[in-house]
């Protein structure tokens, strides 16, 4: 595809995604039986394509009573690495199938523990970018006509996350091009010599959440970062253009990230107030932990894939006027 980029979200419906992923990111209205979900298991499992090691996702919203009788079956259950209610008894849900040797680096129960017991020093938001613009640096929101920043920002996403020159170049039309409701979103610091010391984007993609309402999933991703203290300032600013983007739409959204446990990125959705979010069904928790799912150049080991922690960030954890005086802070 001519503007192809490193997508988060994926397309609608059945794709088949890097790392022998194959996705059924499902947009229609909640799945209101356990026979649905099912089927669609059944429809992404019957590709034959590479089954030996492969890694078959479900994602959508679907009906908390849909969700407790597909869970009733402990087999059911075990796919379930992701849910949480969004709305009413509306819940998301992300369950995975996984073959061949494709599993945890650590024990779940271990990769919980070293989740649940990080407990971050949180800089206020405004504060933390205040200091940043102290130092001298600017935060940058677009990638047009700038050879220079698109050549820093590969340099910066290119080995650690697949990115390369043509598709840094097909994002920046799409910052560029994208109308009043935006569809992708990009943050960067740029230090007083010009040097790109921090990046991350976010993506939309839209489901029909209850009674037909549109609701928007927008994940935080490519977290990069070569000066510690950049990576909180520039997820900050990159939540506080999301928020403000729905100022005036009636769309509900959600900003949500998956974050490499090995590399500890799950401590800087932490210190940007995302949490993990709290699921229990038939009594059962589930660990919102997506076992190997991408690969990642962190320079820890073991190289390969990696698995990754859920977060989402609460509404009340980062308000509007917070975002509002964040973009007028640093709007140059």
């Not at 990009?186 to 993609?205: H, V, Y």
């Not at 999933?217 to 600013?237: L, N, P, Q, Y």
């Not at 974050?259 to 959705?269: L, W």
Request: proline share 3%.
């Amino acid at each position: 595809m001519n503007n192809e980029i490193v997508s988060s979200t994926g397309g609608a419906g059945i794709t088949k995604r890097s790392f022998n992923r194959w996705y059924y990111n499902y947009i229609d209205e909640p799945v209101s039986s356990p026979e649905q979900i099912q089927s669609y298991f059944d429809t992404i499992s019957s590709r034959r394509w590479r089954r030996r090691g492969r890694r078959d996702v479900f994602r959508g919203l679907v009906c908390e009573s849909a969700l407790e009788s597909f869970a009733s079956n402990g087999q059911n259950r075990e796919l379930i690495e992701v849910a949480f209610p969004v709305q009413n008894d509306m819940w998301y849900l992300n369950a995975a199938k996984l073959y061949g040797r494709r599993r945890s680096i650590r024990p779940i129960k271990e990769l919980k523990r070293e989740i649940d017991s990080s407990q971050p020093v949180i800089v206020p938001k405004e504060q933390l970018i205040h200091n940043v613009l102290d130092e001298g640096h600017t935060f940058v929101v677009s990638l047009h006509n700038d050879n220079e920043l698109q050549k820093q920002l590969l340099s910066l996403w290119g080995k650690t996350f697949g990115w390369d020159k043509k598709k840094i170049a097909n994002f920046a039309k799409r910052l560029e091009q994208q109308g009043s409701r935006p569809e992708v979103w990009f943050s960067a610091i740029r230090d007083k010599n010009g040097r790109l010391t921090a990046a991350a984007m976010a993506e939309k993609m839209s489901v029909q959440g209850e009674s037909g309402r549109q609701m928007d999933i927008i994940e935080s991703t490519e977290w990069r970062s070569i000066e510690r203290d950049h990576m909180k300032a520039v997820v900050d600013h990159l939540h506080a253009q999301v928020i403000h983007s729905y100022g005036t739409h009636k769309s509900d959204y959600m900003i949500i990230a998956e974050c490499n446990i090995n590399s500890k990125a799950y401590r800087v959705g932490q210190k940007s107030q995302m949490v993990v979010p709290e699921g229990v069904i038939n009594g059962y928790p589930i660990s919102q932990i997506l076992v190997q799912n991408v690969k990642v150049v962190d320079g820890k080991k073991p190289c390969g894939l990696r698995d990754f922690a859920f977060m989402y960030l609460p509404k009340d954890a980062f308000t509007r006027q917070e975002a509002e005086n964040i973009l007028l802070m640093t709007r140059h």
